[in-house]
């Protein structure tokens, strides 16, 4: 077996095969500019351990590490954007428990080489839990959580708000597919945009309060 496959049994039952780092690069580089855009969001539904995901938070991090480096509360807030930014789902639960690994050592090897002793638990804390949220067992067709009684996915949207707050909102996964059966006639002649082109705008499930960034887990704990 190669790093691209970890059993025949895997492949033909899960079509479990994991893109190489050389492609994964050439495609995010046809959208380079969305990957290095802090508010963009990604949503991998068959993510495996990550292969794209953890470069998307690579070069997100790079920029906020350029731009806000030299203050440490301004990259641990832009952080909490950038992680909440990127969006994964996964039918086997090693791959999901592995990919939200492989993201959050990739903020700790750069947050604990900036700011050493003067990074903080609480930050990783913050970061471990949005990557709980984020990166989803799940199944991708049904669109619905793997359990024995499925339910529903809802992802979470993190906004950041004056500065070091934080709104939280839930969406169903359903309802973020524009082409899925159930949204087909979502596009209604006032959801148009400023450009004239239909406008796609869910409605949120879940309303949380606003919280500061490093009580988000906390304050929103479900
Ligand atoms: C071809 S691999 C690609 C993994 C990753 N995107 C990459 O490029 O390295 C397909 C992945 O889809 C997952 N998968 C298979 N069926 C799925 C489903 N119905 N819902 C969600 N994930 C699924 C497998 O577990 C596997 O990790």
Not at 79 to 104: A, H, P, T, W
Not at 110 to 120: P, R, V
Request: proline residues 5%; charged residues 30%.
């Amino acid at each position: 077996m190669n790093a691209q496959v970890k059993s025949k049994k895997r492949v033909s039952d899960h079509g479990e095969v994991f893109t190489r780092e050389r492609e994964v690069d050439a495609m995010l580089s046809l959208v380079k500019h969305e990957t290095e855009r802090i508010d963009s969001r990604f949503l991998e539904p068959a993510c495996g351990t990550g292969n794209f995901l953890v470069p998307i938070l690579e070069r997100k991090l790079s920029v906020v590490k350029r731009k806000y480096g030299k203050s440490q509360l301004e990259f641990e807030r832009y952080s909490v954007v950038v992680v909440g930014s990127i969006y994964g789902v996964d039918i086997m639960e090693d791959n999901v428990k592995l990919c939200r690994k492989r993201l959050f050592d990739t903020f700790d090897k750069h947050y604990t080489n900036l700011y050493k002793d003067k990074s903080k638990d609480a930050m990783r804390d913050i970061v471990s839990f949005v990557l709980e949220k984020n990166i989803l067992r799940g199944d991708a067709l049904s669109l619905k959580t793997v359990s024995k009684n499925p339910e529903p996915i809802i992802f979470s949207e993190w906004s950041p708000f004056n500065g070091s707050m934080i709104k939280r909102r839930g969406f169903l996964f359903e309802e973020l597919i524009p082409n899925s059966a159930k949204n087909i006639d979502l596009f209604k002649k006032a959801d148009i945009s400023d450009l004239g082109t239909p406008a796609f705008i869910p409605t949120p499930v879940k309303e949380y309060p606003l919280s500061h960034f490093l009580l988000l887990n906390y304050e929103n704990p479900n």
